[in-house]
């Protein structure tokens, strides 16, 4: 009896297991399939590197070099800002601070990943790009750099997180011979805890990087959305915001709608790679 | 009578041996302790007779016969209900003291309310605990002092009724109290059960136990009575390993 | 520069960082709680809404509904398959190879970014399974994109397990899933039950995936698994995206955040009576 109830178990978990896994190839699997038939009407090599995205225009033109720079740069901007204050907060939180104030921060950084994308975006939308419109007399305050700058506050948590955990280890572990030698505490934390967690503040850089490129809503409400070679004051368009934009009008079976998935299937096959590269950063730490 | 019977057992590790060629005889009813500096492959042994050893990721050659049938021959489940284990840390569950006790007999299938009390009365006694804690026995075991915990996990272990006990180092956790207090509840088991305990202290094996073995890096030098062993080491290893400690 | 001078510069930084960091939270949340205070009252918690354009009068009852509704069928869905995996992974799985290629897997999946899911689900879901613009397609997606979430943290919490208390449970004679049951799943419930209700918070915070797969513009509260529903996200986007009404998108932005704060909170207070315990 017992031996049989095991046994449904551990195949249950085990399906279940294999299920899971299964999601993800499934995800490429129907993702592409939508995007093969555009390939064969697009070359794929045509479809990165032209400079026009005109669904409507005719003969529609349909490639996404600026959009995918698009993306990239939004992103980089993003990390760019983001990278000095999460690290330096992560110092202070791995190395300054007593345990309770730690966990209120702590709090306080999950509470700031938890606010939902379309917040920030809102926020992005009346705060930031009226301000560059009011303050600095921009023609239009939707630009790359608002999209960077709403990412990097994003990104914030992933940056922290990443960097405290490695960096309170190394601290941990080092401050007692350190501090013996009677060198001040910054002294050791420059010269010890933060070379030390420079793989950690990597795997936090390329996570980031993996987040702001998947980024849809916020960054798709401050950026203007016109498919043109991001400048960083100008309007610009990202891969998220293109499809979660136009995939609504896109008539279903059009080559438009298929385009929109190979612009989903170009992201998607960055991402993973950015991931997989990831992986083996945290693992290269863990070991 | 021997209750359990080993032919040349080896345990290792994948490519790493721990035992090599062990034979031995426990007898029932007698308490046998296994002494040997660290790293001699005592805990690897006991933990072979539980066939716990698999769960760790290691496999054995050689025969282990309990009651003259090899182990391999009886489900897992029945060879580890008969042959009972109590680590060296204590290691109570997150719960209270009654569940702690009720855990493994509702396992086994026994759910009337009765039947489980008195199992828990019986075992907190024969442990010398229920006068400590029968008042209350909702109380969270991880409130009890560690040597209260490392009777209570003794008490757990009896609760399947088992035949052997094998203890591995149960009181080097323990202050000289607690462990005056497990050794004289050990000397009161053997009426009913075999007992084969690890120790490294050798005062203690010396004290409690009927059969004494004697290991050096995995391998088994000397077994005989207890009193024989220490005053009459037959194995000059042995004899500097009992004296070097003494000396 | 003599080391005394670039000790200085660098508190300097760690100081501005940390305050830059405290600034942004405070002036998110002041200005999320100052502009929306007006806009709430009962009858826009528990009202439809009205008005031309519709969102520009009224309530968003339904879309708070609907937005729960949406978490917790993502938190049913993702749960049964991270805790399995997470069970898998710890307990059954003794190929060092397997277990990498799943973390490997997991970690991709947490990577594909949001709007791609909403494509997936949008094909798989609503086109090729005919289940529709619904309640159903949208909570599948999202549990997709939280069940990464779930997985990496549950494994964590079972691995952290004494592993003295689960050998003395084998020791016992006692099988494995009788181990799983009565022994780990009761010590990690509180933490599992905190992970998977922070994990439910990021589901109802999130539009991408549900823009193609559930939500609309104006739906009443769903009755059925196959209803298409308003999401307060994606309500939020349709008020500022369209400009509908600036005062409505204020008051959505504040009870979308105060729901998430109180499902924080909760997750939170579930994290610590696990501490208490030991």
């Known amino acids: 009896m017992k031996n049989i109830g095991e046994k449904i178990f551990s195949t249950v978990i085990k399906l279940l297991t ?46 996404i070099f600026p959009i995918i720079l698009g993306t990239i740069y939004v992103s980089l901007i993003g990390i760019l800002i983001a990278l000095p204050i999460g690290v330096g907060s992560a110092i202070v939180l791995s190395n300054y601070t007593g345990e309770r104030f730690k966990r209120y921060v702590r709090g306080i950084i999950d509470i700031l990943a938890g606010i939902p994308s379309v917040v920030y975006g809102f926020i992005g939308l009346l705060v930031l790009v009226k301000f560059f419109e009011v303050r600095f007399s921009f023609p239009s305050g939707e630009s790359v750099l608002a999209g960077g700058i709403l990412i990097s506050i994003m990104i914030l948590p992933y940056i922290i997180s990443t960097c405290s955990e490695s960096m309170e280890k190394v601290y941990k572990e080092y401050y007692q011979y350190s501090s013996a030698l009677g060198v ?25 990087l993996g987040r702001g490129m998947g980024e849809t809503m916020a960054v798709m409400m401050v950026i203007g959305n016109a498919p043109i070679m991001p400048k960083l004051l100008k309007k610009c368009q990202t891969i998220p915001s293109l499809i979660a934009l136009e995939m609504g009008m ?7 709608y298929h385009g929109l998935f ?14 997989i590269i990831l992986y083996f950063i945290r693992k290269s730490i863990d070991v | 009578m021997d209750i359990l019977k080993i032919k040349d057992l080896s345990v290792g590790y994948g490519d790493k041996k721990i035992l090599k060629d062990l034979s031995i005889n426990i007898k029932k009813n007698k308490i046998t302790s296994i002494i040997g500096p660290s790293g001699c492959g005592k805990s690897t042994f006991l933990t072979t007779l539980n066939l716990m050893i698999e769960e760790n990721g290691g496999n054995f050659t050689g025969e282990i016969l309990f009651e003259d049938k090899n182990i391999l021959s009886y489900r897992k489940d029945d060879i580890r209900k008969k042959i009972g284990i109590v680590f060296q840390k204590p290691a109570p569950f997150p719960f209270s003291i009654y569940k702690n006790l009720t855990y493994a007999p509702r396992y086994y299938g026994i759910k009337d309310k009765k039947e489980l009390d008195s199992i828990v009365d019986k075992t907190l006694k024969m442990a010398g605990l229920f006068h400590e804690t029968h008042e209350d026995l909702n109380m969270s075991a991880m409130k009890l002092s560690g040597g209260q915990q490392q009777r209570l996990c003794i008490a757990r272990a009896l609760t399947v009724d088992p035949e052997i006990l094998l203890l591995d180092e149960p009181c080097s956790a323990l202050d000289i109290k607690n462990t005056a207090n497990i050794e004289e509840m050990l000397l009161n088991f053997s009426k009913d059960y075999t007992i084969i305990i690890v120790t490294h202290n050798l005062s203690q094996a010396k004290r409690i136990s009927d059969y004494t073995a004697f290991m050096l890096d995995g391998e088994l030098v000397e077994f005989g009575e207890t009193k024989e062993m220490f005053n009459n080491p037959k194995d000059k290893r042995t004899k500097e390993y009992i004296e070097g400690i003494y000396g | 520069m003599s080391e005394k001078i670039k000790d200085s510069i660098f508190k300097i930084w760690l100081t501005m960082s940390t305050l830059v960091l405290f600034i942004i939270v405070v002036y998110i949340f002041g200005y999320i709680f100052k502009n929306g205070f007006d806009s709430i009252n009962l009858e826009f918690i528990f009202g439809n809404p009205k008005g031309m354009p519709l969102g520009s009068e009224g309530g968003v009852f339904p879309a708070i509904i609907g937005s729960l509704l949406l978490m917790v069928i993502a938190c049913i869905f993702a749960s049964i398959l991270a805790i399995s995996t997470a069970i898998y992974t ?16 997991i970690q991709c999946m947490a990577g ?14 609503v086109m090729y399974l005919k289940l529709g613009r619904s309640l159903l397609s949208g909570g599948i997606t999202l549990g ?37 049951f009565k022994l780990i799943l009761p010590l990690c419930k509180s933490d599992i039950i905190s992970t998977i209700t922070l994990a439910g918070g990021f589901a109802m915070g999130a539009a991408a995936p549900i823009v193609l797969t559930a939500a609309v513009i104006f739906a009443p509260v769903p009755r059925s698994l196959s209803s298409p529903v308003m999401a307060l996200p994606f309500h939020l986007y349709i008020l500022t995206g369209e400009g509908i009404s600036l005062e409505k998108s204020y008051g959505t932005a504040l009870i979308l955040i105060v729901i998430l704060l109180i499902i924080n909170f909760i997750s939170m207070l579930l994290g610590m009576k696990r501490k208490e315990h030991n």
């Open chain 3, 90 to 105: 710890v307990f059954y799985c003794n190929v060092k190879k397997i277990e990498n290629i799943v973390h490997l897997i």
């Open chain 1, 18 to 63: 294999l299920f899971s896994l299964l999601i993800l190839i499934f995800i490429v699997i129907f993702i592409f399939k939508e995007s093969f038939i555009f390939f064969r009407e697009v070359p794929i090599l045509k479809f990165i590197t032209g400079r026009t995205w005109n669904p409507l225009g005719d003969p529609n033109k349909l490639s």
């Open chain 3, 144 to 180: 997709i994109m939280i069940f990464p979430y779930i997985q990496v943290r549950v494994e964590k919490i079972l691995r952290e397990v004494d592993k003295s208390i689960i050998e003395s449970s084998y020791a016992l004679g006692v099988s494995k899933v009788y181990t799983i």
């Open chain 1, 250 to 256: 896109a008539e279903v079976g059009s080559l438009h």
């Open chain 3, 112 to 125: 594909v970014p949001s709007i791609v899911l909403g494509l997936f689900g949008y094909t798989l879901l």
């Open chain 1, 262 to 275: 190979a612009s989903g299937f170009i992201l998607m096959i960055i991402l993973l790679l950015i991931n």
């Open chain 1, 184 to 208: 001040s505490k910054s002294y050791m934390i420059r010269k010890i805890v933060i070379p030390e967690s420079r793989r950690a503040i990597l795997a936090g850089v390329v996570l980031a």
